[in-house]
T-cell receptor
Framework: EPEVTQTPSHQVTQMGQEVILRCVPI?????FYWYRQILGQKVEFLVS????????KSEIFDDQFSVERPDGSNFTLKIRSTKLEDSAMYFC???????????????FGDGTRLSIL | AQRVTQPEKLLSVFKGAPVELKCNYS??????LFWYVQYSRQRLQLLLR??SRESIKGFTADLNKGETSFHLKKPFAQEEDSAMYYC????????????FGTGTRLQVML
């Protein structure tokens, strides 16, 4: 069964540094998402991406965050200047092999644990 | 605001006992409801969705629009059911995000 893959599994970064988290969505999917989960808290939506543009973003997704689909397979999340509070598990997900507003379920990757020192 | 409530952080049951994991959601349009499960050290996995009306691993969930609930049930708990369970509505028209509850940890004891 095809899977969403994320790299690295664990990223340790100094505060103020830029970090890029990488995801390879399922190949025929059209919608891509990032979520995060701070330790002990619930999974929170960050951003969704469709047709090469952001379709929705949360309050968390401020100017420090950006997403990109640089080629036909990767989907990246960049944090420009990391803060201590960015430490969390970041999950990539993909869905939707057909139709706008498709209600196809989202498939999640294993996550990247981001630790800011 | 869209809101999901899973009132129990931890639910402990004995093997063979019935399980009910509660979920209430705020009404906004006609959301589609999902349950996701996360086994220890594994990714979030779709367990079931209300429109499919199917039973996965013995679990079922009935959407009650009057009570805005989508409780997850299983008649006989198994040890391998121990995991974190997340209720997650997806609201119509957003084409996008799942709104996760805080999750319930199910612990099945022998």
């Amino acid at each position: 069964e095809p899977e969403v893959t994320q790299t690295p599994s664990h990223q340790v970064t100094q505060m103020g540094q830029e970090v890029i988290l990488r995801c390879v969505p399922i190949s025929n999917h059209l919608y891509f998402y990032w979520y995060r989960q701070i330790l002990g808290q619930k999974v929170e939506f960050l951003v969704s991406f469709y047709n090469n543009e952001i379709s929705e973003k949360s309050e968390i997704f401020d100017d420090q965050f950006s997403v990109e689909r640089p080629d036909g397979s990767n989907f990246t999340l960049k944090i420009r200047s990391t803060k201590l509070e960015d430490s969390a598990m970041y999950f990539c997900a993909s869905s939707g092999d057909r139709g706008v507003y498709s209600n196809q379920p989202q498939h999640f990757g294993d996550g990247t644990r981001l630790s800011i020192l | 605001a869209q809101r999901v409530t899973q009132p129990e952080k931890l639910l402990s049951v004995f093997k063979g006992a019935p399980v009910e994991l509660k979920c209430n959601y705020s009404y906004s349009g006609s959301p589609e409801l999902f349950w996701y499960v996360q086994y220890s050290r594994q990714r979030l996995q779709l367990l079931l969705r209300h429109i499919s009306r199917e039973s996965i691993k013995g679990f079922t969930a009935d959407l009650n629009k009057g009570e805005t609930s989508f409780h997850l049930k299983k008649p006989f708990a198994q040890e391998e059911d121990s995991a974190m369970y997340y209720c997650a509505p997806k609201y119509t028209g957003t084409a996008s995000k799942l709104t996760f509850g805080t999750g319930t940890r199910l612990q099945v004891m022998l």
